[in-house]
């Protein structure tokens, strides 16, 4: 079956991260996040995918190439300027291998869903467009969906952009009860596509199924069941980071399991013990050198170095960083080739790509 997966957004939100690579493919546990989409789609037949890009585009097709890495046909539908959400879609149609139906993905969402029975619904049901959907607590900043009993879509309310960063900048906002939202996952019908306007910005959300809608042109929604984390942000980026690693979902992290706690990638060497109720990950070719105190949730990328009498408590460390003796970190990420000098004590911080911190410098609060 034929998917697109649409991944052209900024990741503000990731800012410095995602100056230097697209938010899709921001590593979670040493593997992009693209990646888990692919083998999830990949599982359910999915075995030729267009990658609706815009920004860094290039970043994202040198990663995949033609996809036999990955067993998967894949094209690549660069978008000059973003088409919002159906925009992309049309723009991509142009690069499938044949007219039939299409699953979308956004290309944001961590999850484990079967998708293979969300397809199945929307063949049952002879469907035109088919929307994967998950309960969450309301209030939220998501496309929220009514359905009648026969699962047809009767409502969306999607929040506008300003509603979206309030709510996502205020987390402890009082529940008020469960919403179905869209999950951003669709099986979609080539005539649905071939209905989107060409040339310009459009939005599925606000647009294409609000007709939809209006007009009663077939489109459903699913309630799926298991595991979904749209990661908007850093705080989603922790909780798949650590969902992934504890085991909470069927998402698997890369890599095998050394020793309680601890998944190690090709080459990795882990000379440190763990403290108690550790859970690390360790890319390829890393090495943790004896005497180093991993705490809480670490993530150390391919290629990094810790040297001895080093503390990372919840921290994560993308490919080629350099952690001299004796630095002391917690809740930090640090970016590709960041070195963090003998003595550094660093609190709450997000460091950009190639920094180099001096020896003894103290960053961030509490220390
Ligand atoms: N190629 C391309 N071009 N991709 C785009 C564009 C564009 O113009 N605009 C957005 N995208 C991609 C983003 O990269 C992301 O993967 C996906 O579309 C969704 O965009 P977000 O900006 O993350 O939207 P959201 O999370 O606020 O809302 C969407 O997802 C929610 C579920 O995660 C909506 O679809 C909501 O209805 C939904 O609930
Ligand atoms: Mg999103």
């Given at each position: 079956m034929q998917g697109i997966i649409i991944a052209g957004g900024?990741?503000?939100?990731f800012r410095p991260l995602t100056y230097t690579r697209p938010k899709p493919l921001m590593p979670i546990l040493n593997r992009p996040l693209l990646e888990y989409q692919v083998a999830l789609l990949k599982a359910h037949g999915v075995d030729e995918i267009v990658f609706a890009t815009n920004y860094m585009a290039e970043a994202i097709e040198n990663h995949f190439g033609d996809g036999s890495r990955f067993g998967v046909k894949m094209r690549y539908a660069r978008e000059e300027q973003p088409l919002g959400t159906a925009g992309a879609i049309r723009n991509a149609a142009?690069?499938?291998?044949?007219?039939e139906a299409v699953v979308v993905f956004n290309g944001d969402v961590v999850t484990d869903f079967d998708l293979s029975a969300i397809i199945a619904q929307h063949r049952q049901r002879g469907a035109r467009a088919t929307i994967a959907l998950k309960a969450v607590p309301s209030p939220n900043p998501y496309g929220v969906i009514d359905l009648d009993?026969?699962?047809?879509?009767l409502a969306w309310r999607e929040p506008t952009e300003e509603q979206k960063k309030a709510l996502a900048a205020n987390p402890n906002i009082e529940q008020t009860g469960w919403d179905y939202i869209n999950a951003g996952f669709y099986v979609l019908e080539p005539e649905v596509i071939e209905s989107i306007p060409e040339g310009r910005i459009v939005s599925i959300e606000r647009e294409i199924y609000p007709r939809m809608i209006e007009h009663g042109e077939g489109l459903y929604g699913v309630p799926a069941e298991g595991y979904w984390v749209d990661v908007a942000g850093p705080s989603h980026y922790w909780r798949v980071t650590n969902d992934i690693l504890r085991g909470r979902t069927k998402v698997a992290p890369p890599g095998t399991p050394q020793a309680e706690g601890l998944w190690c990638m090709k080459g990795a060497e882990v000379r440190a013990t763990l403290d108690a109720g550790a859970t690390v990950h360790v890319g390829e070719n890393a090495i943790v050198e004896e005497g180093v105190h991993l705490r809480g949730t670490v993530v150390i990328g391919a290629g990094c170095h810790i040297a001895r009498g080093s503390v990372l408590e919840d921290c994560v460390l993308l490919e080629g960083v350099r952690i001299e003796e004796g630095a002391d970190l917690t809740r930090v990420i640090c970016d590709r080739d960041v070195v963090i000098s003998a003595g550094c004590r660093i609190v709450d911080a997000v460091i950009a790509a190639g920094t180099c911190i001096r020896r003894e410098s103290r960053l961030g609060t509490n220390w």
């Open positions: 900024f990741g503000t939100r142009a690069s499938l291998w044949r007219r009993a026969d699962g047809r879509v």
